[in-house]
């Protein structure tokens, strides 16, 4: 166990739903980020958090959402999304002094 | 660019065998990172070699930099049932902004 926890663990969703993703962390670290992880492919940076503000943006569409309310939470809210988003998301983070990313379980998400 | 390129993208060994996997960068790089990941789980961070770093070891593993090169390797030694996952090495691109950039990965099956 890294001490990053995902919930959910899996999530079935319609291309019309609403869901959010939730990551916490109680390290003490200030950094946090979302990945997505599709089959075949490397991982892919979608969004850095640094002291609750987003310093990183890459290029993700707006149907993804993300929020960090505090440094030991990170939500990633979904809606309107494609069948190609299938995959896994996963979370991370990492303390202000460190170059280690501390990685969740992931959720395996499925948009039908 | 894509930076990370791993190499084999998969391996199959017998259990007592040796495990190299490569990876070769594009960039310029303060620090190359490994990472093992079980089927559908998180990333596990298990070695940061620096690049004024040319070798390092911790347990079975052995993790060499050639920055002239722009490429990294991964040594399992007398390796396990249990070694059994993908592994991805990572760069901060030069950056110190705390990103990582990963690569496809080398997935790794061990036969007891």
Same mark, same amino acid.
């Given at each position: 166990?890294?001490?990053? =926890?995902? =919930?959910?663990?899996?999530?079935?969703?319609?291309?019309?739903?609403?869901?959010?993703? +939730?990551?916490?962390?109680?390290?003490?670290?200030?950094?946090?980020?979302?990945? +997505?992880?599709?089959? +075949?492919? /490397?991982?892919?940076?979608?969004?850095?958090?640094?002291?609750?503000?987003?310093?990183?943006?890459?290029?993700?569409?707006?149907?993804?959402?993300?929020?960090? /309310?505090?440094?030991?939470?990170?939500?990633?809210?979904?809606?309107?999304?494609? /069948?190609?988003?299938?995959?896994?998301?996963?979370?991370?983070?990492?303390?202000?002094?460190?170059?280690?990313?501390?990685?969740? /379980?992931?959720?395996?998400?499925? @948009?039908? | 660019?894509?930076?990370?390129?791993?190499?084999?993208?998969?391996?199959?060994?017998?259990?007592?065998?040796?495990? =190299?996997? %490569?990876?070769?960068?594009?960039?310029?790089?303060?620090?190359?990172?490994?990472?093992?990941? %079980?089927?559908?789980?998180?990333? @596990?961070?298990?070695?940061?070699?620096?690049?004024?770093?040319?070798?390092?070891?911790?347990?079975?593993?052995? @993790?060499?930099?050639?920055?002239?090169?722009?490429?990294?390797?991964?040594?399992?030694?007398?390796?396990?049932?249990?070694?059994?996952?993908?592994?991805?090495?990572?760069?901060?691109?030069?950056?110190?902004?705390?990103?990582?950039?990963?690569?496809?990965? =080398?997935?790794?099956? @061990?036969?007891?």
């Amino acid at each position: 166990e890294t001490g990053v =926890t995902q =919930t959910p663990r899996h999530l079935v969703m319609g291309m019309t739903n609403k869901k959010s993703l +939730k990551c916490e962390q109680h390290l003490g670290h200030n950094a946090m980020y979302w990945y +997505k992880q599709s089959a +075949k492919k /490397p991982l892919e940076l979608m969004f850095v958090y640094n002291f609750k503000e987003q310093t990183e943006n890459n290029s993700v569409p707006s149907r993804f959402s993300p929020e960090c /309310p505090n440094s030991s939470h990170l939500f990633l809210h979904l809606h309107t999304l494609q /069948p190609e988003d299938s995959a896994l998301y996963l979370c991370a983070s990492r303390p202000t002094e460190g170059e280690t990313q501390y990685f969740g /379980p992931g959720t395996r998400l499925l @948009v039908l | 660019s894509q930076q990370g390129e791993e190499d084999p993208q998969a391996l199959s060994i017998q259990e007592g065998e040796n495990a =190299t996997m %490569n990876c070769s960068y594009k960039t310029s790089i303060n620090n190359l990172q490994w990472y093992r990941q %079980n089927s559908g789980r998180g990333l @596990v961070h298990l070695i940061l070699i620096r690049s004024n770093e040319r070798e390092k070891h911790s347990g079975r593993l052995r @993790v060499t930099l050639d920055t002239s090169k722009k490429s990294s390797s991964l040594l399992i030694t007398a390796s396990r049932a249990a070694d059994t996952a993908s592994y991805f090495c990572a760069t901060d691109g030069g950056n110190q902004g705390g990103k990582l950039i990963f690569g496809q990965g =080398t997935e790794l099956s @061990v036969k007891p």
